[in-house]
């Protein structure tokens, strides 16, 4: 398959959960979900261009970070170039800003970029729904961070329905340096769910709430199931929040499995003095301001 573009640049939007619900275990063993996802303006940078190697190659602005098939971005390359027959050498350059095992898909996020950004290189050899179907072999994440917006995702993450849009807002991130294995988390879950009343969001509800435009009820009802199981593993989670709401944050959550945690404001004055304040504390690393993205 000849190229149509030598070179393509594609961005990887981060990820929010305005809501997480687990509806239960498969019996696969994945858990069913129930969540609604929420793109962000942070973003990662991929660069692909044609070299004149072979094969994929790929260099990284973080240097922790594999650059071999243990990089979701790599390995989205080779599926692309296996799945179509493509054997020319291609390059990837990532340059990385989202914070990694934080909760936001960035790893998810980086392989959609490059399934997007080679199909627009090659003259789109696959459709909306085929670059899905790839990229939910890469991670269940994969599929929504192709799509992006405000959707409801559920399943394992790749039965996917667009929202209207949420309404437009400040959102602020807080990452604590303490990680926490997503794996390790959801097994936790399945512990505690048996002898605590863990609060389940009303997904019904937001929904309405999405549809009316209601940015208030919107910043009230944010609930994940799994805060209470990371709060365990990474307590200063609670801390976070507590300053995120006294500097007057409309609605505070943790995201994903976590561990960043993240605040709406409606008055960006606000919320650049809550950034402030973060960034003279020792999460200035993991401090992050920026606004919803729409496609």
């Given at each position: 398959?000849?190229?149509?573009?030598?070179?393509?640049?594609?961005?990887?939007y981060a990820k929010i959960n305005l809501s997480l619900d687990i509806l239960g275990t498969r019996t696969d063993g994945y858990h069913e979900v129930r969540m609604i996802m929420q793109s962000l303006q942070l973003h990662d940078t991929v660069t692909m261009k044609i070299s004149s190697g072979q094969g994929i190659t790929m260099t990284c602005?973080?240097?922790?970070?594999?650059?071999?098939?243990?990089?979701?971005?790599?390995?989205?390359?080779?599926?692309?170039?296996?799945?179509?027959?493509?054997?020319?050498g291609i390059e990837l350059h990532l340059e990385k800003k989202i914070p990694i095992a934080a909760g936001l898909a960035g790893g998810s996020s980086d392989a959609a970029a490059v399934l997007r950004g080679l199909n627009?290189?090659?003259?789109?050899?696959?459709?909306?729904?085929?670059?899905?179907?790839?990229?939910?072999?890469?991670?269940?994440?994969?599929?929504?961070c192709l799509m992006l917006g405000t959707a409801l995702s559920e399943g394992i993450g790749e039965r996917l329905t667009a929202l209207p849009s949420a309404p437009a807002c400040s959102c602020l991130l807080v990452k604590p340096a303490a990680g926490a294995s997503t794996k390790q988390i959801y097994t936790d879950y399945d512990t505690l769910v048996q002898t605590t009343d863990i609060k389940h969001?009303?997904?019904?509800?937001?929904?309405?709430?999405?549809?009316?435009?209601?940015?208030?009820?919107?910043?009230s009802g944010l609930c994940n199931v799994l805060e209470p199981v990371t709060l365990k593993l990474v307590p200063e989670i609670a801390s976070i929040r507590e300053t995120l709401q006294a500097l007057g944050a409309d609605g505070?959550?943790?995201?994903?499995?976590?561990?960043?945690?993240?605040?709406?404001?409606?008055?960006?004055?606000?919320?650049?003095?809550?950034?402030?304040?973060f960034l003279t504390t020792e999460y200035a690393q993991g401090t992050f301001l920026t606004r919803f993205y729409q496609p």
């Open positions: 398959m000849n190229h149509i573009l030598s070179a393509h640049t594609a961005y990887a602005s973080d240097t922790t970070l594999p650059t071999d098939e243990q990089n979701l971005a790599c390995r989205a390359a080779f599926l692309f170039c296996n799945t179509y027959g493509i054997s020319e627009e290189m090659y003259g789109t050899p696959a459709t909306a729904e085929e670059l899905a179907s790839l990229g939910v072999k890469l991670g269940a994440d994969v599929p929504y969001p009303d997904t019904e509800r937001l929904l309405n709430t999405l549809s009316a435009g209601d940015y208030k009820a919107l910043a505070v959550l943790m995201s994903g499995s976590g561990p960043t945690v993240f605040a709406l404001f409606s008055d960006p004055d606000t919320a650049k003095r809550a950034e402030t304040h």
